[in-house]
């Protein structure tokens, strides 16, 4: 006999038969389980309360079963398009092994690298080049032949792990960054970026242009803050009303042609020749920016403009009312959130 509990397996089927979905879909889903559940069974009476606290409502129930399973329902805004998807995830996934597990061992140490190049990548760009991917094998040690690299690139896109822009960049997909939140949080803690709006990771969108100002948003957030404000919720400054034009650009506009010559990696304090190559790399970088980009150089360390305490936490739960608090707060009280900087 059809119960009030069938509805949440069937929507978990389908949303696990669909990957990510959007906020809308998975809406969609959900009452088309209640409706399959209702023809079972028409004696049941499942409540049908407005959408949005229905929603939430059936949100928390359905993570409260997935709790046991280390599973989480999770929901992270589109970076490019600001929609709100929603994908299935493993919550203890801080191993990428653990969440692309369809991949060989020696694929996932290729995507790993890639990975590391996005997180890695100068002046926030996020996304590294075909050649700076290829050239991972060899860093890697991998017995793959380019040919066989350039497939599993390809499919990295096609399942949804990596986006390839025109200009032919890497950068993490939307799905990458829902699944592998807790994976990057704790390996990249100074390079995860939080956006200043809604909190939530931003590997793409604009930066505030003063110096040593740790304002990171998403175009879509910048776009609704820009409504309202129009100054810099962290320095105050006065922004251009045009556009975002004068906004520096996180994510891919921020990379420069050939500029893939040289690789980043993290540094690992057991391993002082790692230590050598990011500090030689860093030297490097700066010297470039005086000569062709002299005010790249007043930005702030990604230490500065690090993610808060919450998203150091590893079993982070993106909490809708949680974000509105904090959103509310940073509106009456912008100097709040000031992070202290270590330049
Ligand atoms: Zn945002
Ligand atoms: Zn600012």
Redesign the pocket.
């Known amino acids: 006999m059809a119960s009030a509990a069938d509805v949440e397996r069937l929507f978990l089927q389908s949303v696990l038969s669909r990957g990510m979905v959007s906020k809308k879909l998975a809406q969609t889903l959900w009452e088309r389980s209640i409706a399959a559940v209702k023809a079972a069974n028409d004696a049941l009476n499942i409540p049908h309360p407005r959408p949005e606290d229905g929603w939430n409502n059936f949100l928390s129930k359905v993570n409260k079963s997935l709790d046991k399973l280390d599973l989480e329902f999770r929901h992270l805004h589109d970076e490019t398009s600001g929609k709100e998807m929603y994908a299935l995830v493993n919550r203890k996934g801080d191993d990428i092994a653990q969440v692309a597990t369809d991949y060989t061992p020696a694929e996932i140490a290729f995507f790993k690298a890639i990975v590391e190049q996005i997180m890695m990548a100068p002046r926030e760009a996020f996304s590294v080049s075909s050649l700076g991917a290829l050239r991972e094998l060899n860093a890697i040690k991998s017995s793959m032949s380019k040919t066989q690299a350039e497939i599993v690139l390809a499919s990295f896109v096609s399942r949804d792990w990596l986006l390839k822009s025109k200009r032919g960049r890497y950068s993490l997909s939307t799905r990458s960054l829902l699944e592998l939140l807790p994976y990057l949080k704790s390996t990249y803690p100074d390079e995860l970026l939080e956006c200043t709006i809604c909190m939530e990771v931003v590997t793409r969108g604009v930066a ?1 242009y ?1 110096n040593n ?1 740790k ?1 990171r948003m998403h175009n879509h957030c910048f776009a609704n803050f820009r409504r309202r404000h129009s100054a ?1 919720p ?2 105050s ?1 006065e922004w251009p009303r045009e556009s975002t034009e004068k906004l520096l650009p996180v994510g891919e506009g921020a990379a420069r042609e050939g500029e893939d010559g040289k690789r980043r990696v993290r540094l690992k304090s057991a391993d002082p020749s790692d230590d050598e190559e990011e500090e030689d790399m860093d030297e490097d970088e700066h010297s470039q920016q005086t000569e062709i980009q002299p005010e790249r150089k007043t930005r702030p360390s990604r230490q500065a403009s690090r993610t808060n305490a919450r998203y150091n936490d590893n079993s982070m739960v993106i909490d809708e009312h949680d974000e509105d608090e904090d959103e509310d707060a940073h509106r009456q009280n912008p100097q709040r959130n000031r992070r202290s900087s270590r330049r």
């Open positions: 505030c003063t100002c304002t810099c962290s320095c400054k």
